[in-house]
Nanobody, 124 residues
Framework: VQLQASGGGLVQAGGSLRLSCAAS????????MGWFRQAPGKEREFAGG????????SYADSVKGRFIISRDNAKNTVYLQMNSLKPEDTAVYYC??????????????????WGQGTQVTVSS
């Protein structure tokens, strides 16, 4: 499956952005999906994930209560709504397709297909 992330940009602290991840080549509903982010000099970290149906979601503690991950399988698209953004949310955000394991945090190794990344910059 090929993934294309979009929606990044520059926003002031406290603002919102919605990232989109469009899939092609395969039906997105076959896969669990995740969003990861990577800041300069840091490892890629999990932000949020959801299962194939979208009925089960999980979030990193750092974004819980502020970010919402959702999917529209009919549009073959996954979204990450980011609210109350902070400067520490600045990173390149990647969407990924793979597996979802309820009860534990997702890791990059759970996912086999990655989008190209979209830059999110939050100014203070």
């Amino acid at each position: 499956v090929q993934l294309q992330a979009s929606g990044g940009g520059l926003v002031q602290a406290g603002g919102s952005l919605r990232l989109s991840c469009a899939a092609s080549g395969h039906t997105l509903g076959h896969y669990a999906m995740g969003w990861f982010r990577q800041a300069p000099g840091k490892e890629r970290e999990f932000a949020g994930g959801l299962d194939k149906s979208g009925g089960s979601t999980s979030y990193a503690d750092s974004v819980k209560g502020r970010f919402i991950i959702s999917r529209d399988n009919a549009k073959n698209t996954v979204y990450l709504q980011m609210n109350s953004l902070k400067p520490e949310d600045t990173a390149v955000y990647y969407c990924a397709a793979g597996a979802y394991y309820a009860g534990r945090a997702s890791v990059p190794a759970d996912f086999h297909s990655w989008g190209q990344g979209t830059q999110v910059t939050v100014s203070s």
